[in-house]
């Protein structure tokens, strides 16, 4: 049996994962990937850290187990590139280094399949990446880029090819999600929800990626280049964070029947695309309304077959590896086969704030008669059709009260806001809280 | 580009959403696939009924347009079948007669690729046609076969492969599913909910595999043997079906906060297999539980990356035909690659009763004290632990009263039940009905 030689780089959370499934049911994936997939070379700066958690064999380790400097990283990295028994690179060190671009740009031009989980890489300044992958007639693979465990990558290039996707949606950061469910299940502000997300281990020390959408529009980006063959800059894509989020919007989403959760949506639309992450409020019906805690669903909304909804594990070290090494089975059985995708086309995002959309705002405002109508009047006057007027809540000097609108842009309902802010200066005691309704 | 060409045989309700789909988006197939994919002919015996639907050219049917006769069709077919410029048949007559089996198993070793949806086929009569494929070096594609437009065959096959399979279960037959549905969201007997379904089109007119749990068993057969590399016989797989669930055992599910769900399990156990198709009492913490009306849901739990839902439509024209026309592209674009799967060893099935599992056992008697004493000795005498004993009910002269086991075998459970009537004759005036319970 011919064999297929796999070096890693980084051997931290996902990285020593890897080792270990290529080390633990080596059989099978011969079997599935109709070659003798090798672990040959590692390269970590902290070997003796790396090796421990999975009892990884130290000999493995470029520099035979002691800590590296970062120059000898670098040559040992050098090395695997220019090492032609090498087939195929794990990309497992993380960040978005200019550096490390131009590794893993190296590591595809000398002929090697790649493979990452290495999202933000992607998302930011993937293109040329995918680009060089293609010219050097090699798999760039990232199936753990997206959702950890969720098979979304090879769903689409392998088993939606008999259809065309029209929609994709989901939730696709468990940190987010884990918060907002605990808020909802628990009666939490975010405040306290992050506090015990972080002692659970669903949030990092530093949450600002997870918390601010940043790193579900990572995924979403990855997500539309596949389905829509478009490519979308990052920068500009719209998103919204759900530090935002307040016990009483979660109060007022269970009254409607509804749980607030962070929502990532792309649409093509006459040729551009449609794209956000934002907090929405999901209706019970919606099948994304179900899906609690740290887990991630992707839901894809396609011409012939309809809603297909993908549910999972999105992160962990192993979870996130079984991705990779799907990668490394796929690249070493269909090598030359499995590369050729259609060519990316630029696409321009289209304006969030034109899109038509039913929302629900919340209005703050003093507590005496006469206010929902000078409210409606003004939401009337944009032209938007009101479905609903309700909950009102009385809460010491304030009135809560939220309106349910039929679908309109989110530009026509901060134009009625500014109405109601000039024709009544000082009525609204906070910023209303607008949140598009997901049915 | 190289010329990839299909001949379907059976262009009814899936045969002819394949042939819409091929003529639909034929430059989007091509670039998929990476060769032009051109459907050259369609056999059926009503050529015009088959091409209303979805307004088909007529000139693609074998015989011009005119309805066949059988011997005419099966002319067309041995065409077909010696005709070396077609590269792949897509079969979608359905059935289990030895004829079909037949055609079948000489595409194969024709050397064409053969696709089909045919569950019943493959489950029953499929090892040979594997066999067949594997020594002719051509494809036999099955997605369709097994939950419509969810995409589990290539998920296993081509996602899963960084991972163990350990257990597979789901909802996987649309029909049982809107009818427990219906009688748990709108209190309806099973009769009633039957002739609803029928009339809402979800179950046919002979619903028998539907209800029977046959059609269930076929697609965890070919789940067995695709994710396990196990062949097991379908005949000796215990199935049940949900003709027996009343309205009362729906009415304890509820106040338990269960859902009764027709479930499909599967796990490999020494070596052996454990599987069913049964009834059972789905806890609401279970995702499974919140899978309602027609829609299939297929949970895999993997040894690395744990538990995964896929969810989606199981059946209908166009969803399943997405599937096939997947299928057609995997074949022209991998061809020899995606072939070669490893070898299937004969596996048993456990006998299901001396499995392990918490049981829920309700009980109809007469409305007199002593009766729950009397009951809970035979349970305890046969070594079964017992979680609960609740949800009393008094209905005229009966009293229902539900026992929830700790894990024990249904060959105890049947023990103690015999030994309550042996004990007290008459006391028990409706067989007891046993239910395991899903966590």
New interface residues.
């Given amino acids: 049996m011919e064999s297929f030689n796999v070096a890693i780089l980084g051997c931290g959370t996902v990285g020593s ?1 890897v080792a270990k ?1 290529l080390l633990d ?1 080596p059989e ?2 011969s ?4 070659k003798k997939i090798n672990l040959v070379k590692i390269v970590d700066l902290y070997p003796g850290k790396s090796a421990s958690t999975y009892n990884l064999p130290i000999d493995l380790f470029c520099g035979g187990g002691k800590d590296l400097t970062r120059e000898e990283a670098s040559r040992y990295i050098e090395e695997i590139i220019t090492d032609s028994s090498i087939n195929l690179v794990v990309e497992t060190i993380g960040g978005t280094s200019d550096y490390l671009h131009d590794v893993m740009l190296r590591v595809l031009k000398s002929g090697k399949h790649l493979v990452t989980a290495n999202k933000a890489m992607l998302a930011e300044k993937g293109n040329d990446l995918f680009s060089a992958a293609q010219q050097n007639n090699v798999l760039l693979g990232y ?1 753990a880029s997206v959702c ?4 979304i990558i ?2 689409i290039r ?7 996707i029209i929609e994709i949606s989901g939730i696709l950061n468990g940190t987010s999600n884990y918060i907002l469910s605990t808020m909802q299940n628990e009666g939490l502000d975010f405040p306290t929800a992050l506090k015990n997300a972080q002692e659970a281990g669903y949030a990092e020390a530093d949450p600002t990626l997870d918390i601010n959408g940043g790193d579900a529009a990572h995924k979403l980006t990855i997500l539309i280049r596949l389905a829509f063959g478009a490519n979308i800059d990052y920068f500009s894509l719209h998103k919204e964070g759900i530090d935002q989020i307040s016990k009483e919007d979660i109060d007022f989403a269970n009254e409607m029947g509804c749980s607030i959760k962070l929502i990532c949506y792309a649409r093509q639309m006459n040729g551009k695309i449609f794209a956000a992450v934002k907090p929405m409020m999901v209706k019970s019906e919606n ?1 994304l309304s ?1 899906v609690n805690g740290a887990t991630n669903c992707v839901q894809v909304n ?1 011409l ?10 999105g992160a ?1 070290s ?2 996130t ?10 690249a070493a ?3 030359q ?2 590369i ?1 995708m ?1 060519e990316l086309k630029n696409c321009e995002l289209i304006e969030a704030g034109s899109i038509m959309l039913p929302y629900n705002i919340t209005f703050a405002t003093e507590d005496r008669p006469g206010i929902t109508g000078l409210v409606t009047t003004a939401i009337g006057s944009q032209n938007i059709n009101i479905d609903t007027v309700s909950h009102n809540r009385h809460n010491k000097e304030k009135a809560y009260f939220s309106v349910v609108t039929m679908p309109c842009t989110l530009n026509q309902v901060k134009q009625a806001i500014a109405e109601i802010k000039q024709k009544a200066p000082g009525l609204l005691l906070e910023e209303p809280k607008i949140l598009p309704i997901l049915y």
Wanted: proline share 4%; net charge positive.
């Fill in positions: 994962g499934i049911i099978e994936l079997i599935r990937a109709n199936e950890g465990a969720i098979p090879k769903t392998e088993s939606f090819t008999g259809d065309k099948f179900k396609n012939y077959s309809g809603k297909h909804y993908f549910v999972g594990k962990g192993l979870e590896a079984s991705s990779v090494v799907s990668d490394i089975v796929f059985r269909y090598e086969k499995a050729s259609p």
